[in-house]
T-cell receptor
Framework: RKEVEQDPGPFNVPEGATVAFNCTYS??????FFWYRQDCRKEPKLLMS?????NEDGRFTAQLNRASQYISLLIRDSKLSDSATYLC????WGAGGTSYGKLTFGQGTILTVHP | GAGVSQSPSNKVTEKGKDVELRCDPI?????LYWYRQSLGQGLEFLIY????????KSGLPSDRFSAERTGGSVSTLTIQRTQQEDSAVYLC????????????????FGAGTRLSVL
């Protein structure tokens, strides 16, 4: 079983649609969670961190369910520019509660927003 | 300011040759990471440097892979006797000094080196 699993998609949605991506992780020691975005043939870039209470950044909302080891990303009012691969990312903490550093990536979910 | 810089951006080599990939992290970032991304695959962790601590090499796929970080800044990833399965995009990332308890680890990526082994 992969440490971080995502539905690879692709998701094809019209502009203005709401789309949700889900992700599960297997390591219960995971403590930091992120969504990264990767455009075609480009490097990954941080979209948002994911906090236990859930957090929102404009049209993007992230949720974390530690009990189920599940992370989600909701995109409202999709734009053409949202077309990309969305990567679910987790990080394990080391001794002393400090962030360990190594990121574990899911394979990514491909989103295409069409006119 | 300048981001993470990697060179070369593209590298084509023959099977059996050695290659060196370079990464210049963001100035002041103490943590540096190497990942690789094969076609259609997710990112795979290779190695991690944090300050003067011993690196975490747990992700290196074989002893043909090695990396060093000189002076706490620039890093070089070396692949000896390259094989066709080494073909991938090699990504470097850096992050600031790790936050304390409860801190998040946000990594900033370079554009990568696309390695093709013929």
């Amino acid at each position: 079983r992969k440490e971080v699993e995502q539905d690879p998609g692709p998701f094809n949605v019209p502009e203005g649609a709401t789309v949700a991506f889900n992700c599960t992780y297997s390591n219960s020691a995971s403590q930091s969670f992120f969504w990264y975005r990767q455009d075609c043939r480009k490097e990954p870039k941080l979209l948002m961190s994911v906090y236990s209470s859930g957090n929102e950044d404009g049209r993007f909302t992230a949720q974390l369910n530690r009990a189920s080891q599940y992370i989600s990303l909701l995109i409202r009012d999709s734009k053409l520019s949202d077309s990309a691969t969305y990567l679910c990312v987790v990080s394990v903490w080391g001794a002393g509660g400090t962030s360990y550093g190594k990121l574990t990536f899911g394979q990514g979910t491909i989103l295409t927003v069409h006119p | 300011g300048a981001g993470v810089s990697q060179s070369p951006s593209n590298k084509v080599t023959e099977k059996g040759k050695d290659v060196e990939l370079r990464c210049d992290p963001i100035s002041g970032h103490t943590a540096l990471y190497w990942y690789r991304q094969s076609l259609g695959q997710g990112l795979e962790f290779l190695i991690y440097f944090q300050g003067n601590s011993a690196p975490d090499k747990s992700g290196l796929p074989s002893d043909r892979f090695s990396a060093e970080r000189t002076g706490g800044s620039v890093s070089t990833l070396t692949i000896q006797r390259t094989q066709q399965e080494d073909s991938a995009v090699y990504l470097c990332a850096s992050s600031p000094a790790l936050a304390g308890v409860g801190g998040n680890n946000i990594q900033y990526f370079g554009a990568g080196t696309r390695l093709s082994v013929l």
